[in-house]
Every structure is written in C-alpha cells, then in structure tokens.
C-alpha cells in the first residue's frame, strides 16, 4: 500500500518524543502533571449544556444541518459581534459555522491556495498554519515572531518575490504560544499589505475573550477596510470550555465566506444542530462565562509568575491567553529543557520548536490545569532548579 505524500510533507510531530517520555515516566509511576496542551480543565457552562440536551431530544435537530447554519445561529453570532466588538455582519453572507477553528483553519487553506501560491504563516505558532498550506499544495513562507517586535511578524520584511506569490496571510491575537496581543495600527498596516499584494488575511481569533488586567482584546473585523480583504476565525472552545464540542464561526469578506461554505458542503454536512443551539446559549445566555475564566487564569497566572521570577526565569506576564512563553535557561535546547524538566520533575512542558523554528530557545507553559495541580508543578520545578539537578 502506498500513502500520499502530503502527509510526508508536514513537519514531524515535536511531541512524539515527549509522548514515549510521559508514557515510559508514567509506566515508573510518577504522576506526570502536564503543563503542555490548551485544553481547559473545567467544565462547559451549565445553560450551554442544558441548551445541548434539550435541542438533541428534539428529533428535528437528528438531520442533515445545512453548512449554512441555522438562522438562529447566525443570527447569534451577527449579534455577538455587534455587541462586543461593535463589528456588523450580515447574518445571510457574512458569517457560517465552523466545525472548530482548527477545521476553519485547515478547509480556508484549501479554499484559497493552490499548488505554487505561498502562505504567509507565523513563526512560532499554531501547527495548522503550517499542515494547512502544505496539504493544499503550497509553500509555507514563515514569518517570524521576535520578542523585541511585541512578537508582531514584520511585514515590510518580507521579500517582494515572495509577497508576490503569497496568497494567503495568518495572524493570531492575542497570540498562541506566545501570548502577545496586538499593537494599535498592526491590523491597519495588515491590511495595507494585504491590498497591496492583493492576499487575503485569515485572523484567528481563539483567544479574544480570555483577556486579563482589564484588557479586552479587539477583533480584527474592526478595523476599517478588513471585510475588504479577509475573514476571522472565532471560536467558544477557550472561553467557554468548549473544545470538545467542535464549534466555531467564519466571519468577514462574504466571498471568502461563501468560498468556504461551498467547500465544505462538499467535505461534511454541517455542525449537528443541537451544538448549533448549544452555541447560540454560549453566545447569548453564557454570554459573560469567559470573564468568569480569565479570572481563573488570571490567578494562575500570577502564581506562575511568581514561581518562574522565584526561579531566575525573567517573564512578561501575559495580558491575554492561558499560555506563558517562556526562554529557556541558558545551557539549554527547547527540547533538552522540556526532557529534563520531565525526567526530573514531571513535569510537561512544550518546546518552542513545536510551533516553529523561531521556538527555539523557549518553552510554553499552559494554565488549563487545576491551580492545585499547578501549585505542585512549578514547584517540583523550583526544587529541581534549585538543588541544581536540572544543569546540562
Ligand atoms: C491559535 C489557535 N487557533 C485555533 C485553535 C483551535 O481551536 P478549536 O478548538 O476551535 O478548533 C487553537 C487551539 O489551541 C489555537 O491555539
């Protein structure tokens, strides 16, 4: 049997070695905390569950959805834009159901790059930006996110052949992994770049509404001229616990909508009505829930602070996103670091590369765990360090 390439063509998965560790580690019975996935700990809201079980024991919710989704749903998402973000979208053109950003960010590549284009994608950052493009046939052209630039890929820096080519741009902010919010006027000069190289930018906006330090993060649909030249990806799976329920909105340029929708009637059949309905009671009754978790990681967040100043790790806390990015200490690769940290503490930590070659030399630490659970990790990791037992 033979296997298409494309899958070859990914980068090779950075936690695989990880994985063996936790596994053989675990199998000696230490109790591995992992500080390493985003998945939140805590549980989906109540209404949006009571909204779920009552829809799905309604048999006319059993049915094909259409990709266009339910009037109710769009409806509730034209009207959450509005009221958060002052943004308006037209419920009919500019707004479709999404099965989860990571599907939104896969199927739009497919929707807008073809084999030759070039896909401008940031460096560190999610992995699908990377899979996305290379499964549609095209090259990846990173751009990197750098400390000293508010982790903000420079635009101006990228060569005029490959702008040329490119096709397509990803932004994410506030940002995974690096938890960077956006600068006043990036998304300005984005979309100055984007007409000027005629491009479409594709903003990921999973992490707008875990924000902390009263900072609320904007969308991008805000700034003048975005429905002109791209779309955002929104999605309830960080700010209402609900990653497990595969729900998510693709708004913005009602041709790139319509693009999408288009290709995915041919590809799934839609979000199953019930969580249609479970997301509308996210959106509307649970709508402040997510306030209610940003304080939760913003307690954690401290407390990380805290323990990483305790322990010479120097960090800018983030203003949004459950997610510290954090430089190794010297002596150390990402990878050596996450190994050591693991073989020595238990502890699961990310290795910057598993976002991007620009990772390395970090690690990101995620707060989806319970605070007790946290308290203990940074401290094995504290005493670690401290009796000097993590030294190359
Ligand atoms: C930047 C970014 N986009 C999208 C997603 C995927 O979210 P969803 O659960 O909606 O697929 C994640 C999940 O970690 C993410 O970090």
């Given at each position: 049997?033979?296997?298409?390439?494309?899958?070859?063509?990914?980068?090779?998965?950075?936690?695989?070695?990880?994985?063996?560790?936790?596994?053989?580690?675990?199998?000696?019975?230490?109790?591995?905390?992992?500080?390493?996935?985003?998945?939140?700990?805590?549980?989906?809201?109540?209404?949006?569950?009571?909204?779920?079980?009552?829809?799905?024991?309604?048999?006319?919710?059993?049915?094909?959805?259409?990709?266009?989704?339910?009037?109710?749903?769009?409806?509730?998402?034209?009207?959450?834009?509005?009221?958060?973000?002052?943004?308006?979208?037209?419920p009919?053109?500019?707004?479709v159901?999404?099965?989860?950003?990571?599907?939104?960010?896969?199927h739009v590549?497919?929707?807008?790059?073809?084999?030759?284009?070039?896909?401008?994608?940031?460096?560190?950052?999610?992995?699908?930006?990377?899979?996305?493009?290379?499964?549609?046939?095209a090259?990846?052209?990173?751009?990197?996110?750098?400390?000293?630039?508010?982790?903000?890929?420079?635009?101006?820096?990228?060569?005029?052949?490959?702008?040329?080519?490119?096709?397509?741009?990803?932004?994410?902010?506030?940002?995974?992994?690096?938890?960077?919010?956006?600068?006043?006027?990036?998304?300005?000069?984005?979309?100055?770049?984007?007409?000027?190289?005629?491009?479409?930018?594709?903003?990921?906006?999973?992490?707008?509404?875990?924000?902390?330090?009263?900072?609320?993060?904007?969308?991008?649909?805000?700034?003048?001229?975005?429905?002109?030249?791209?779309?955002?990806?929104?999605?309830?799976?960080?700010?209402?616990?609900?990653?497990?329920?595969?729900?998510?909105?693709?708004?913005?340029?009602?041709?790139i909508?319509e693009?999408f929708?288009?290709?995915k009637?041919?590809?799934?059949?839609?979000?199953?009505?019930?969580?249609?309905?479970?997301?509308?009671?996210?959106?509307?009754?649970?709508?402040?829930?997510p306030?209610?978790?940003?304080?939760?990681?913003?307690?954690?967040?401290?407390?990380?602070?805290?323990?990483?100043?305790?322990?010479?790790?120097?960090?800018?806390?983030?203003?949004?996103?459950?997610?510290?990015?954090?430089?190794?200490?010297?002596?150390?690769?990402?990878?050596?670091?996450?190994?050591?940290?693991?073989?020595?503490?238990?502890?699961?930590?990310?290795p910057?590369?598993?976002?991007?070659?620009?990772?390395?030399?970090?690690?990101?630490?995620?707060?989806?765990?319970?605070?007790?659970?946290?308290?203990?990790?940074?401290?094995?990791?504290?005493?670690?360090?401290?009796?000097?037992?993590?030294?190359?």
């Amino acid at each position: 049997m033979r296997f298409a390439k494309r899958l070859d063509a990914v980068p090779p998965y950075l936690f695989a070695e990880l994985e063996r560790k936790i596994a053989e580690k675990r199998r000696e019975g230490v109790e591995v905390i992992s500080l390493g996935i985003g998945d939140p700990d805590l549980p989906t809201p109540e209404p949006v569950v009571e909204a779920l079980a009552e829809a799905a024991r309604d048999p006319s919710t059993h049915q094909y959805p259409s990709n266009q989704g339910s009037e109710e749903f769009r409806t509730a998402g034209a009207d959450f834009y509005r009221e958060r973000f002052g943004v308006e979208l037209d419920p009919a053109s500019e707004l479709v159901p999404a099965l989860g950003g990571k599907e939104a960010v896969g199927h739009v590549c497919l929707a807008l790059l073809d084999p030759g284009d070039i896909c401008l994608s940031p460096d560190p950052g999610y992995p699908p930006y990377t899979s996305g493009p290379l499964f549609s046939g095209a090259e990846v052209h990173y751009l990197p996110l750098e400390e000293a630039n508010g982790f903000l890929p420079e635009l101006d820096a990228v060569p005029q052949e490959v702008a040329a080519r490119a096709n397509l741009l990803f932004l994410n902010y506030p940002n995974n992994p690096t938890g960077a919010i956006v600068q006043p006027g990036y998304f300005e000069q984005a979309i100055e770049f984007a007409r000027r190289h005629d491009l479409a930018v594709v903003h990921d906006n999973a992490y707008s509404e875990i924000c902390f330090d009263g900072y609320r993060a904007p969308s991008f649909l805000e700034t003048p001229g975005a429905k002109e030249v791209g779309i955002e990806i929104f999605s309830p799976s960080k700010g209402w616990n609900m990653t497990g329920w595969r729900s998510g909105i693709v708004a913005g340029n009602a041709e790139i909508v319509e693009h999408f929708r288009q290709l995915k009637t041919n590809l799934d059949s839609g979000m199953f009505e019930a969580v249609q309905h479970a997301t509308v009671a996210a959106l509307t009754e649970a709508r402040d829930f997510p306030r209610e978790m940003s304080e939760v990681y913003r307690r954690r967040r401290d407390l990380v602070a805290e323990a990483l100043a305790a322990i010479g790790l120097p960090v800018e806390p983030p203003r949004a996103t459950p997610y510290f990015w954090v430089r190794v200490p010297e002596g150390y690769t990402s990878e050596s670091f996450a190994g050591l940290v693991l073989e020595q503490a238990g502890v699961v930590v990310s290795p910057g590369p598993a976002y991007g070659p620009s990772g390395e030399g970090f690690f990101r630490i995620s707060l989806t765990v319970p605070d007790d659970q946290l308290q203990v990790a940074v401290r094995r990791i504290e005493t670690s360090l401290q009796a000097g037992i993590l030294k190359t």
